[in-house]
T-cell receptor, first 116, second 113 residues
Framework: AQTVTQSQPEMSVQEAETVTLSCTYD???????LFWYKQPPSRQMILVIR??????QNATENRFSVNFQKAAKSFSLKISDSQLGDAAMYFC?????????????FGKGTKLTVNP | NAGVMQNPRHLVRRRGQEARLRCSPM?????VYWYRQLPEEGLKFMVY????????ESGMPKERFSAEFPKEGPSILRIQQVVRGDSAAYFC???????????FGPGTRLLVL
């Protein structure tokens, strides 16, 4: 079974600075998707960014980018020019492309604090 | 385009009662997923449904929990004879066929007294 590990329970960053959140995963599959979701205090789950494993190019969405290292099974999220509104729980998630199940497997999350 | 809708947003039940959680997927989405989030935890998959079919229920407890996604109407997650350990946030997500991206509703917070 696939597992997702987020080794940083909490992180903090100064406003306007850059922060990187770590995520590693374990799988024997070659085709899959990886995601970062954000959960602010409202508890809504918001998609931040998605990466297809077959793509070598790292995904980017405005101030958010990933460093996808397939061989190392690593998928870190970089937030540039951090803003107060970035404060939230961040969850890394894995989705298999095999077996007919589209379920997401989540890590336990990293709580990001942004200091003014 | 309205997002994924869930209701109620908050639900309080006493032990032994039934809880019914509803989820309306985004327009054009035919795949629905239910996840549970315990306090201070990540989300755990429960069940994956398409219209009138349960595709994967490997995360559902064997007893008291059931889910459906009828041809017409919302998907329903039903918890019978609730216990305090069922207190959690229950999230529904939907996706169109084949894109791989799931969009989440706001969740239902269930509190069992």
């Amino acid at each position: 079974a696939q597992t997702v590990t987020q080794s940083q329970p909490e992180m903090s960053v100064q406003e306007a600075e850059t922060v990187t959140l770590s995520c590693t995963y374990d799988t024997s599959e070659s085709d899959y998707y990886l995601f970062w979701y954000k959960q602010p205090p409202s508890r809504q789950m918001i998609l931040v960014i998605r990466q297809e494993a077959y793509k070598q190019q790292n995904a980017t969405e405005n101030r958010f980018s990933v460093n996808f290292q397939k061989a190392a099974k690593s998928f870190s999220l970089k937030i540039s020019d951090s803003q107060l509104g970035d404060a939230a729980m961040y969850f890394c998630a894995y989705r298999s492309e095999q077996g007919g199940s589209e379920k997401l497997v989540f890590g336990k999350g990293t709580k990001l604090t942004v200091n003014p | 385009n309205a997002g994924v809708m869930q209701n109620p947003r908050h639900l309080v039940r006493r032990r032994g009662q039934e809880a019914r959680l509803r989820c309306s997927p985004m327009k054009g989405h035919s795949h629905v997923y239910w996840y549970r989030q315990l306090p201070e935890e990540g989300l755990k998959f429960m069940v994956y449904l398409q219209k009138e079919n349960i595709i994967d229920e490997s995360g559902m407890p064997k007893e008291r929990f059931s889910a459906e996604f009828p041809k017409e109407g919302p998907s329903i997650l039903r918890i019978q004879q609730v216990v305090r350990g069922d207190s959690a946030a229950y999230f529904c997500a939907s996706s169109p066929s084949g894109t791989g991206t799931q969009y989440f509703g706001p969740g239902t917070r269930l509190l069992v007294l």
